[in-house]
Antibody, heavy 121, light 113 residues
Framework: EVQFLASGGDVVQPGGSLRLSCAAS????????MSWVRQAPGKGLEWVSV????????YYADSVKGRFTITRDNSKNTLFLHMNSLRAEDTAVYYC??????????????WGQGTLVTVSS | DIVMTQSPDSLAVSLGERATINCKSS????????????LTWYQQKPGQPPKLLIY???TRESGVPDRISGSGSGTDFTLTISNLQAEDVAVYYC?????????FGQGTKLEIK
């Protein structure tokens, strides 16, 4: 069974930094692309970033480019989202998910429960 | 960026009836090299992560009941839920993964009439 344990969400001041983690199990982690999406309170889904399984290709939404970095540790089956220069508009539940294939362009098959990031002074 | 527009924003359907949700992309999401539409449908219930229903526009995910189907190609897509059940109450999103950024529609809230 595919499972995710997302962690790292917290209350942080504007301009601050945070690292989200997503520990995965139940599948061959290194073979699949991994993604982050977010959902602000009461709002719809917003795609954030994706990383391929094998060659580490990454893509970002314009709203986070230059501030967020997606990485993965295939030896620990863990996905990360490094978040810098946080803004109030980054406040959201962040979900990690795995695709059906290695390519960044593969559809995301399964999403974890999410972790809440609140940016507030 | 490819803009995804869903219609309607919300709808109420009687139990046992059919619900139809539309999704229109500002550009084609059909990749000619493999003839696949890079269009996915998700269902989200309150307090839960999204759940994959349909990918490649019309391929039903394992475990999804066959009364839920996806159709369309290019720029116009439809999610159809037949024989509506109480468990189908949720918000439904389409997403394109043809071009970065992989944009979502604004969501369609489905309720029971």
């Amino acid at each position: 069974e595919v499972q995710f344990l997302a962690s790292g969400g917290d209350v942080v001041q504007p301009g601050g930094s945070l690292r989200l983690s997503c520990a995965a199990s139940g599948f061959t982690f290194s073979s699949y692309a991994m993604s982050w999406v977010r959902q602000a309170p009461g709002k719809g889904l917003e795609w954030v970033s994706v990383i391929s399984g094998s060659d580490g290709t990454t893509y970002y939404a314009d709203s986070v480019k230059g501030r967020f970095t997606i990485t993965r540790d295939n030896s620990k089956n863990t996905l990360f989202l490094h978040m810098n220069s946080l803004r109030a508009e980054d406040t959201a539940v962040y979900y990690c998910g795995t695709s059906i294939g290695d390519s960044c362009y593969s559809p995301v098959e399964s999403w974890g429960q999410g972790t809440l990031v609140t940016v507030s002074s | 960026d490819i803009v995804m527009t869903q219609s309607p924003d919300s709808l109420a359907v009687s139990l046992g009836e059919r619900a139809t949700i539309n999704c229109k992309s500002s550009r084609s999401v059909l990749y000619s090299s493999n003839n696949k539409n890079y269009l996915t449908w998700y269902q989200q219930k309150p307090g839960q992560p999204p759940k994959l229903l349909i990918y490649w526009a019309s391929t039903r995910e394992s475990g999804v009941p066959d009364r839920i189907s996806g159709s369309g190609s290019g720029t116009d897509f439809t999610l159809t839920i037949s024989n509506l059940q109480a468990e189908d109450v949720a918000v439904y999103y389409c997403q394109q993964h043809f071009n970065v950024p992989f944009t979502f529609g604004q969501g369609t809230k489905l309720e029971i009439k």
